[in-house]
């Protein structure tokens, strides 16, 4: 009887700790910690313990935040649940360094010019590629209204998907600069697969209009762009994107003359630029 009893506790014990273990601290933990009267530096002691972050599950939503603060939680604590990672240990750089924008906190992107997303706490660099590739597109409307309808320049991508896959519907971005640029000189676009490439519109010529260089408006996403450090910004979306192709168009062609004649110049969108393209699948 006293083995049954003895193996009994033995059990009980194992799936206590291994509940224990699996547990993801959440928003409810941190509430109850504050009515504890926990210290706010022992909460974020807790957080950043956490291995991981599939260690935690807090929701930071409006109606989440709501909840924090009607348990009187703090806005320190709650910065650290939107954003768990550590904050970066005061380092001496280099002057030269220091003046090229390097950067070792964790929670910034790698100084190196590009686009990245965050997953989790891990900053992905999204792989880019020089875009010269052109078509005239729109000949057959243009023929059949005889000139009266405006032809376009198509820039495309080969390879019908991105190699880089974005596996969130409302990811995080982050831009790192080249020297002189700035969030303004990148569109983020929606890509038509058509075939075995990916294709969007960098200007337009002939028709009543004359021509006009530029991403198709209604193939633009807009986002929202916050500068957080030298040559640095965050990139957040108002909204969720749906599974697709998607692009950040860095354009550095100026816009160019097609053509002049006695009805006027024809003019056109440099298709030359440096794209980042990523697929969002279903």
Known sequence: MKKLTVLFLIVHSCVCWSQQMSHRLNNQDIIDMVALGISDDVIITKIHSAAKPEDLAFDTSADGLKALKASKVSDAVIKVMINPAPSASITVVPAAAAAAGVTNDPNLPPPEVGVYWKDGYTFMRVESEMVSQAKVGGRAGSMFTYGMRSQHWDAYVNGPTSKNRVKERRPLFYFYVPDGSSSSDFVLIKLEKKGNRREFQVGSFGGVTGGKSGVKRDKEIPFKAEHVAVRTYRI???????????????????????????????SGGSASGRIYDFTVPD
């Open 236 to 266: 957040t979306l108002d909204d969720d994107l749906k599974p697709g192709e998607y692009a950040f168009f860095m354009g550095t062609g100026q816009q160019s003359m097609m053509g002049e004649g006695r009805t006027g110049a024809r």
